[in-house]
């Protein structure tokens, strides 16, 4: 009897300590993904960034050559000084690091790590209303890690990392995976949405318009919440755990609650791109702080992020660069290079923080895994 007992532990043992090395081994596989993604990210922008410089300098190694030949042949004033001045231009928009603005990409970085968190706090409410009871700490630890899987392809490990670092006890996998769905295509509805409305009051291009609203039409329909509720209740049906997600908390009132949070996201990440260009010399707050500027870079900032996701390319990169550039690049205060880099320097500026959050909610959370345990409502 006595080695019976003595078996039986011991397996017990041996199947709880093979659980925690399979954890730790997912664990690290997951990290070294994510940190793939994010090298291959930065490693596309820094070559979109060398290609911009080498084209710039055919351009004012062209500009040069013009201005030589003007004034051999005495040309009139007028036109060697037009021809100065596109040098100058263009010689004011080689990147130097001594030349950036650093204070202004503080701000932006500061900009983006606020507005990140209407998105965290609506994913919590939608889990509160899910009938799950996380603690604040553990849905901002869960929203933030996991929010860096959006640079693996396919972005499917944002969806994995966020449900199953915020399912314990009193929150179901389940709830958790509906509450990225509810988060992520409300963000994306209203981001289209925002932008298109923007887009077309400052420049009235109709097609673009279109094209946001159809956006808009793809990511907000799923999240009406009759029809959200009959999708979730199907695909839920066959779990387990199913029963303890209340659906009939996805309302209307928390949709709406969703929409204006997230359209103060859009907004102060548009600050953001705002203050981006800002650190880009001949780049000027008077330029920048108009209405019908500022209408067009939170339009920007928010399609680019928009039609980013729907690519599933990782982070969004080389199509966050096109929108930017598209868009601001026919700004005479900005032009198609400084646009350029703004949108190489915002990947950076936002990653910066998001990397610094999740590696401290990361080490939180080892340091003291008892409030993994808690189960107060929030």
């Known amino acids: 009897m006595t080695d019976g007992v003595t078996d039986e532990q011991t397996t017990k043992r041996r199947f709880v300590l093979d659980r925690r090395l399979a954890k730790r ?9 994510v940190i793939f993604g994010i090298g291959r990210t930065i490693r596309n922008s820094s070559s979109t960034f060398q290609q911009q410089q080498r084209e710039l300098t055919t351009e004012i190694e062209k500009a040069t050559a013009q201005l030589a030949l003007l004034r051999t042949d005495e040309a009139q004033t007028d036109e060697i000084r037009r021809a100065e ?3 100058n231009d263009l010689l004011g928009q080689r990147f130097h690091w001594s030349s950036i603005r650093y204070p202004w990409l503080l701000v932006a970085s500061v900009l983006y790590a606020v507005g990140m968190m209407p998105s965290w706090w609506f994913w919590h409410r939608t889990l509160r209303n899910l009938g799950q009871q996380p603690t604040r700490f553990t849905s901002f630890r869960a929203f933030f890690i996991g929010h860096l899987g959006k640079y693996v392809p396919g972005k499917a490990l944002v969806v994995v990392l966020r449900s199953t670092l915020v399912a314990g006890p009193k929150v179901s996998l389940g709830a958790g995976v509906a509450a990225v769905f509810v988060e992520t295509l409300t963000l994306m509805a209203v981001g289209a949405t925002l932008g298109g409305i923007l887009l077309i009051s400052v420049s009235g291009d109709k ?37 303890s997600i209340h659906l009939d908390g996805i309302t209307w009132r928390l949709m709406g609650m969703g929409w204006v949070l997230l359209t103060i996201e859009w907004v102060v990440f548009g600050g953001s791109l705002a203050a981006t260009l800002l650190a880009i010399p001949g780049v000027t707050p008077q330029e920048v702080f108009q209405w019908q500027t ?25 199509i966050r660069e096109w929108v ?16 350029l880099l703004a949108a190489i320097l915002l990947r950076f500026v936002w990653l910066l923080p998001e ?20 189960n107060k409502s929030a």
């Open 324 to 339: 930017v550039t598209t868009a601001l690049g026919s700004v005479v205060a900005i032009g198609p290079i400084r646009a």
């Open 294 to 318: 500022m209408c067009l870079i939170t339009a920007t900032v928010s399609l680019a992020i928009v039609l980013g996701f729907v690519s599933l390319v990782p982070g969004g990169a080389g």
């Open 25 to 33: 081994l997912l664990v690290s596989i997951i990290f070294v993904a």
């Open 85 to 87: 001045h596109v040098l």
């Open 355 to 374: 990397v610094l959050i999740a590696g401290f909610v990361w080490r939180a959370g080892a340091l003291k895994p008892e409030r993994f345990d808690e």
């Open 207 to 243: 097609w673009l318009a279109a094209g946001a609203a159809g956006l808009a039409l793809a990511a907000g329909i799923p999240t009406i919440p009759p029809l959200f509720r009959s999708i979730v209740d199907r695909i839920q049906r066959k779990k387990s755990d199913h029963r």
